[in-house]
């Protein structure tokens, strides 16, 4: 299991040029074959994070690979590109966010609380 960000951007302009284009990052957490929750859709899943669970969808590493910006926790060197995960995420594109008040910090940390209410179970 691991966890990483994805940058929000607009028509591929970064959001740190448009306040109102939400939040500097959505998180996600990506499960491992096996787990509990693989399968599961993000609105069965019963987490306190921003705005609740937005996403959840079968990925491989590769696909995890060329849309993530950052990892935020484990450790992605064990597996192949082919792997797949069930990744389960939240987005800060809601009506009231923005740079102000879901910064980078913010983002990372939601994602590491995220991370750690699923691995807690």
Same mark, same amino acid.
């Given at each position: 299991? !691991? #966890? !990483? ?15 109102? #284009? ?8 990506? @499960?491992?074959?096996? *787990? &509990? ?12 994070? *921003? ?5 959840? *969808? ?9 849309? #993530? ?8 060197? &064990?597996?192949? @590109?082919?792997?797949? !995960?069930?990744?389960?995420? !939240?987005?800060?594109? *809601?009506?009231?966010?923005? @740079?102000?008040?879901?910064? &980078? ?14 691995? &807690?179970?």
């Amino acid at each position: 299991m !691991f #966890a !990483f960000t994805i940058k929000n951007e607009v028509s591929n302009v970064p959001v740190i040029m448009d306040l109102t #284009a939400g939040g500097y990052a959505n998180g996600y957490v990506a @499960l491992e074959q096996g *787990h &509990k929750l693989y399968n599961k859709d993000y609105m069965d899943i019963d987490v306190d994070i *921003h705005g609740g669970l937005t996403y959840s *969808h079968e990925m491989t590493l590769e696909d995890i690979d060329e849309l #993530a910006n950052k990892l935020v926790v484990g450790n992605v060197e &064990k597996f192949k @590109l082919t792997d797949k !995960f069930w990744v389960i995420g !939240f987005d800060t594109r *809601h009506m009231s966010d923005n @740079l102000e008040t879901c910064p &980078k910090s913010y983002c990372e940390q939601e994602t590491i609380n995220l991370y750690k209410q699923i691995k &807690k179970g």
